[in-house]
């Protein structure tokens, strides 16, 4: 099995508090044993009670949807402050003993999606650029809407716009088969590392599917 990694610098990842609330944090900063962590969710639990619990940070990258588990604590240049209360803006330290838990594979982590896809039949001269719309987006497939010529077997770029701000994510897709429902479903069969990392956070933001 690969080694998984952390979280890297800017990512976001969810903050899981047991049985009472999920929280949105980027990471800001990270070594072996902990993960600076900026919210950008106000706190319900108080201070107090999550200090004194055991808490998980999700993150989702091309290997998957990934737990480590550890305690909230203030970095120790803001330990001498006094805290009232803390919330959205503020920096906590995550104290963590590296082990990493893979909760899903890329291959399942998938949510419903509408997003602009643009696919090219790969090596086919005669062939034009197509637009249409993804339905759903995972780490290892795809299902795509509107390609009534597309067969299984057929091999086609892409470029897929998750957010209209942002590059698109770019590979080479499969197709598998078509769906009852009409739609193609398709593995992708070249896409870089990073662009995975890109979908897997996508889908895992997306999904209605939370890990507690």
Known sequence: MDTLHGPTLTDVVTIVVPQREQLQARVHDTASTWIDLLLLSAPRTSW?????????????????????????????????????????????????RGHIQLLRRPALVSAQANARIVVLRSGARDHVAV???????????????????????????FDLFLDPREPAVSGELLVERRDADGFVRATLSRITAHDRSRLVHWAAEHSTRRVA
């Open 48 to 96: 107090a009670q999550i200090t004194r619990m055991q808490v998980s940070v999700q993150f989702a990258g091309a290997q998957g949807l990934c737990r480590i588990m550890g305690h909230l604590a203030h970095r120790p240049q803001d330990a001498h402050l006094r805290v009232v209360g803390y919330g959205t803006g503020e920096t906590l330290r995550f104290e963590h």
């Open 131 to 157: 637009e249409t719309r993804c339905v759903a987006i995972g780490g290892a497939e795809l299902r795509l809407a509107g390609l009534p010529f597309a067969a299984a077997g057929q091999t086609f770029g």
